[in-house]
């Protein structure tokens, strides 16, 4: 069940709330909306070693706060101060695990270049909108976010790499529907890239994955 059964299930209910459950009554959304979390975090926990490593948890405890950020994003404010402490966890976790190379230090730079574009896009829509109090939590959203993507690279574990840049690529269009312009099909684009990093980050939990150094790589010590 767990090896193929749980990640079907997660795609049934993700695929279910995205094309198939209509926007009200709200309750009945949001409900369907978590399902698809509730069931990825079950199945990070099935990944977990016979005694739960310190990694573990704080990875865990980051597919939880981005959970409750899920239901609480209609508190704009509320729900992005979960999902940022979501992603502190997992920076933390990521970090722990770190094996650096010039390469993947190297990353940081188009890393820092996306987030001052999108940030400086941010700020000039927000003040457009007269929305000058979003401006500050929008940028250091925008900072940790991007922060969190460097660490999954200098972890050097490929799924939660590919899991945090589709992390990354889900805000960047959520953030730009909401604030700069409107994005065809955006909501399709923001929940599809959404469930499918947090899968993401969940199976890369598994215990055969290992961070693996570039055969090239200088070590930075």
Known sequence: MKKYGLPALILLMGLLYIFVIPKEPQGVKLL??????????????????????????????????????????????????????????????????????????????????YAAF?????????????KHTLIVPVIVYVAVISLMAWSAILSGNKLAIAGSLLFVTSDSILSWNLFVSDV????????????????????????????????AAVHLR
């Open 32 to 113: 369907f909306k978590l399902i698809p979390m509730a069931l990825i975090i079950v199945y990070a926990y099935f990944h977990f070693p016979a005694f739960g490593k310190r990694y573990h948890w704080t990875m865990l405890a980051g597919l939880v706060f981005c959970m409750m950020g899920d239901g609480l994003l209609v508190w704009f404010i509320v729900g992005l101060s979960s999902f940022l402490i979501g992603h502190l966890f997992y920076m933390t976790a990521f970090f722990s695990k770190r094996s650096l190379s010039k390469l993947r230090v190297a990353t940081i730079i188009p890393i820092a270049l």
């Open 118 to 130: 999108m940030g400086n896009e941010l700020i000039h829509a927000l003040i457009r909108d007269d």
């Open 184 to 215: 065809a099909y955006s909501g399709v684009w923001i929940m599809t890239t959404y469930y499918a990093a947090q899968f993401l980050m969940a199976h890369s939990l598994r215990p055969q994955t290992t961070a693996i150094s570039p055969p």
